[in-house]
T-cell receptor, first 112, second 114 residues
Framework: GEDVEQSLFLSVREGDSSVINCTYT??????LYWYKQEPGAGLQLLTY?????DMKQDQRLTVLLNKKDKHLSLRIADTQTGDSAIYFC????????????FGKGTRLSVIA | GAVVSQHPSWVICKSGTSVKIECRSL??????MFWYRQFPKQSLMLMAT?????????EQGVEKDKFLINHASLTLSTLTVTSAHPEDSSFYIC??????????FGPGTRLTVT
């Protein structure tokens, strides 16, 4: 079945860039997502990328996709303490009517 | 994006009782909703897919008689945990999908069974 892997922890200093990495196994993955979850809260969609794209940038967020290596990354520029949260990578093979397969999440800690 | 609410946000119940969790799509007609479960410090695991007007599709290992799902309208799906036990304590999250690329998640319901 599909599998999505992420490193569990990342710690960065305020103002530095954060890079969260994700690998997936399903070569038919079409849509790849990054969600943010703050303590005790639901999931907030940060950004998504289609498999025919290599990069997507949205303000401080940059997503890079290497489809050959099945590797996805999320770069957060000028990381702030408010960025401390768990970041989930997820993939889907079709449009929104199919469920997402999530990674275990990367806990980002930002040190002031 | 779509606004999704869940009610209640936190519930504590005694073992053996049943609990109903509501998931509402406030501004979006959701033909499909998904129910996920998240154990502490773990990822979201899909429990079932709820389609408006038809029976839910459950993932392997999820007891359909224990987790009753009803999707009676395009804006409401309910998950009822029947005869709850402490091992059912978890964070239950719903999401809505309407055919676009995005899925919108509710804020989650924390269930604690004592």
């Amino acid at each position: 079945g599909e599998d999505v892997e992420q490193s569990l922890f990342l710690s960065v200093r305020e103002g530095d860039s954060s890079v969260i990495n994700c690998t997936y196994t399903d070569s038919s993955s079409t849509y790849l997502y990054w969600y943010k979850q703050e303590p005790g809260a639901g999931l907030q969609l940060l950004t998504y990328i289609f498999s025919n794209m290599d990069m997507k940038q949205d303000q401080r967020l940059t997503v890079l996709l290497n489809k050959k290596d099945k590797h996805l990354s999320l770069r957060i520029a000028d990381t702030q303490t408010g960025d401390s949260a768990i970041y989930f990578c997820a993939e889907s093979t079709a449009r929104g009517n199919t469920p997402l397969v999530f990674g275990k999440g990367t806990r980002l800690s930002v040190i002031a | 994006g779509a606004v999704v609410s869940q009610h209640p946000s936190w519930v504590i119940c005694k073992s053996g009782t049943s609990v109903k969790i509501e998931c509402r799509s406030l501004d979006f007609q959701a033909t499909t909703m998904f129910w996920y479960r998240q154990f502490p410090k773990q990822s979201l695991m899909l429990m079932a897919t709820s389609n408006e007007g038809s029976k839910a599709t459950y993932e392997q290992g999820v007891e359909k008689d224990k987790f009753l799902i009803n999707h009676a309208s395009l804006t409401l799906s309910t998950l009822t945990v029947t005869s709850a036990h402490p091992e059912d304590s978890s964070f239950y999250i719903c999401s809505v999908a309407g055919g676009s690329y995005e899925q919108y998640f509710g804020p989650g319901t924390r269930l604690t069974v004592t």
